[in-house]
């Protein structure tokens, strides 16, 4: 049959319409969707409730908005490189990693924790999540008209993750004349955003969009829950010219962990650290008890800085344990040594607990020092295996002021057998006892002989025997031990200040008839007052002068309920007995009493406890045991 033209016409199109759509189906082969595929959203749930399930678009719920106010499609093949780069020059942060970096005065540094380190650590966790997430603000986040949650929009908020970031200053500006500049290097500033449409936070952004967070002595910390890109800043501020060499640059790390603070500061005023005493070189500082239980094994966990107050180099970096291991004066060595510091651990007291103890030598003398206790941050060198191990946890406690003595009289001693809770400054002479364990040595031999006499008498005492032939129904042999130990160490073994020390209640004046090691005497007016007084012009025991010949010095008296307990505790056939309080030579050059807010007199295990507070003696813990059981039966 012949076509017509129009008919002709017709055919060729529709001929070149299908091999069009064959072509089409053979290159991109579409696939088509039905509609019951599709996951409709039920019509119960309102703009406000689709509003939350869109959780990169609710980041700061009350406080911040920081929704992004442009649409942002999630399409694979568009990146943030399309919809909202990040700004020029950020440093990428990897989880527990260390970012150092330099930073001149009055700049600014950037940085990203991407999503994929939150994801990842988030799946991990997702299942054991308890805890609601929380914005900048860290408010728990909610749907906006206070109805229930949705239990899909649950599960996809529990794979949000806890994000701790902490910062510590390792180097700041030096002041041009430290002796005169009292001013302190300005800090630094960390910055924080989770919104797309502030990527470089900063001093310049919009406030509203970001959380500003200043360093405090050197450190800042800031947590928060996330599910996205979290975007950083440090800012350095200017600095005067004036007081600081502006040449010299900050130098800070910056970590994000998603498991707890790297780096941190304890803000309490009890710095956890206690003085115990020092002499003219030398200072020993312990820890409160590391736990109501014996200390389980030997590891070390803390650390100890100490800085002459008079140095400046510290200032502003005192809560950074990255500028204390750069810039303190004691501190531990690049090679791994604790340089001028002895640690250990000292099991104490009438329940045997623990504390870490150290020993810092090298000293100036008659210079006001502080010790800061710190515990270092577990540092990952591996890839994690465990998603309970730890890594950081390093914190930085509140400082403690100590003093050393003056060249002088008084010499430290510690480490003794016998005496194992003496350990404090005791009368002493460089030229006889060039060191203190020499002089430890002396001490402990004459309290050993004293002990070993006393204990040749108490054999004759009928210990093991019935309860109608011992000498108390109250008291045993063991408490008289116990008793006489701690009554010798603290009376054979005087704990000595020096001569210089402003007088005070219970500071006794000894051997002030003696020259002072450099050759000079004390004031003549003090020899004309006290010169025939042989509580004044000699040592308590006569030894001393003897053999150690220490000078003129001062006594913190022994307290006198370790007296009382003597008595108490020991048969009366030993002798012993105790001054009367208002005998005025016999008991005030002798015995002191525990007053509230200072260290009074001497015992064992005396130290300059904060507040006043101590370490109970076995007596006054009995009796505070006694009070506590007559207040419950009454």
């Not at 999540?129 to 900048?136: N, V, Y």
């Not at 051997?511 to 007052?529: H, R, S, W, Y």
Request: proline share 7%; net charge negative; with cysteine.
């Amino acid at each position: 049959m012949q076509l017509s033209p129009l008919q002709s016409r017709l055919a060729a199109s529709v001929i070149a319409s299908c091999l069009i759509f064959l072509l089409y189906l053979f290159l991109f082969s579409p696939q088509f969707a039905l509609a019951a595929e599709l996951d409709l959203i039920p019509t119960a749930y309102d703009a406000a409730q689709l509003a939350y399930a869109r959780e990169d678009e609710v980041d700061a719920p009350g406080l911040l908005d920081l929704r992004s106010p442009k649409y942002e499609p999630e399409f694979a093949l568009f990146d943030r490189s399309i919809i909202g780069r990040a700004a020029d020059n950020v440093v990428t942060l990897e989880n527990n990693k260390i970012q150092k970096n330099l930073l001149a005065p009055g700049d600014t540094l950037t940085y990203v924790f991407p999503a994929s380190s939150v994801s990842s650590r988030g799946s991990a966790d997702s299942e054991h999540s308890t805890d609601s997430p929380t914005g900048l603000d860290g408010s728990e986040e909610s749907p906006a008209d206070g109805s229930e949650r949705d239990p899909r929009l649950e599960r996809r908020q529990q794979t949000r993750t806890a994000l701790w970031i902490s910062a510590n200053t390792c180097e700041q500006p030096w002041p041009i004349s430290p002796t005169q500049t009292t001013v302190e290097p300005p800090q630094l500033t960390l910055y924080v955003s989770t919104s797309a449409g502030n990527t470089a936070p900063g001093p310049l952004a919009d406030a509203n969009a970001q959380k500003a967070t200043p360093f405090t002595q050197g450190a800042a910390m800031f947590d928060m829950s996330v599910d996205q890109d979290v975007y950083l800043s440090i800012a350095a501020p200017n600095v005067s010219s004036e007081d600081f060499d502006t040449t010299k640059q900050y130098s800070f790390n910056l970590v994000a962990s998603t498991d707890q603070y790297y780096y941190s500061y304890d803000t309490k005023a009890d710095g956890g650290l206690i003085w115990v005493d020092s002499d003219a070189g030398a200072a020993l500082l312990q820890t409160q008890y590391l736990g109501d239980t014996p200390y389980p094994n030997s590891t070390l966990p803390y650390i100890v800085f100490a800085h002459n107050v008079d140095n400046v180099m510290i200032n502003g970096m005192r809560n950074s344990y990255c500028g204390l291991s750069a810039n303190a004066q004691v501190r531990r060595l690049d090679d791994g040594s604790d340089g001028q510091v002895t640690m250990g651990l000292k099991p104490s007291g009438e329940f045997n607990l623990t504390r870490q103890q150290f020993y810092i030598s090298g000293l100036n003398a008659s210079s006001d020092y502080i010790g800061i206790l710190a515990r270092p941050p577990v540092e990952s060198t591996q890839k994690r295996q465990d998603s309970n191990s730890a890594v950081g946890g390093g914190i930085v406690f509140q400082p403690t002021t100590f003093q050393t003595k003056p060249d002088g009289a008084c010499t430290f001693i510690f480490n003794l057998t016998l005496c194992d809770e003496t350990q404090y400054a005791v009368p002493g002479n460089a030229k006889n006892f060039p060191n203190g364990t020499a002089l430890a040595a002396f001490y402990e031999n004459y309290t050993q002989t004293m002990w070993d006499n006393f204990d040749k008498v108490l054999q004759q005492v009928p210990c093991e025997t019935q309860s109608t032939s011992k000498y108390s129904l109250a008291r045993d042999c063991n408490d008289c031990k116990t008793a006489y130990k701690n009554w010798l160490c603290s009376v054979a073994v005087p704990r000595c200040e020096d001569f210089s020390t402003p007088d005070r209640e219970f500071l006794q004046m000894r051997n002030i008839a003696a020259p002072f090691p450099n050759g000079t005497k004390v004031d003549q007016a003090l020899l004309d007052t006290f010169g025939k007084l042989q509580a004044y012009t000699s040592s308590r025991n006569p030894i001393i002068d003897q053999v150690v010949q220490p000078g003129p010095y001062k006594e913190l008296l022994p307290c006198d309920n370790l007296c009382y307990e003597l008595v108490q505790s020991c048969p009366a056939s030993m002798g012993f007995t105790c001054p009367r309080p208002d005998n005025e030579f016999g008991f005030n050059t002798s015995y002191g009493m525990k007053l509230n807010g200072s260290l009074s007199c001497n015992y064992p295990g005396s130290a300059h406890f904060p507040g006043g507070s101590s370490t109970l003696s076995p007596s006054w813990l009995g009796l505070t045991g006694l009070i506590s059981f007559l207040a419950l039966v009454l």
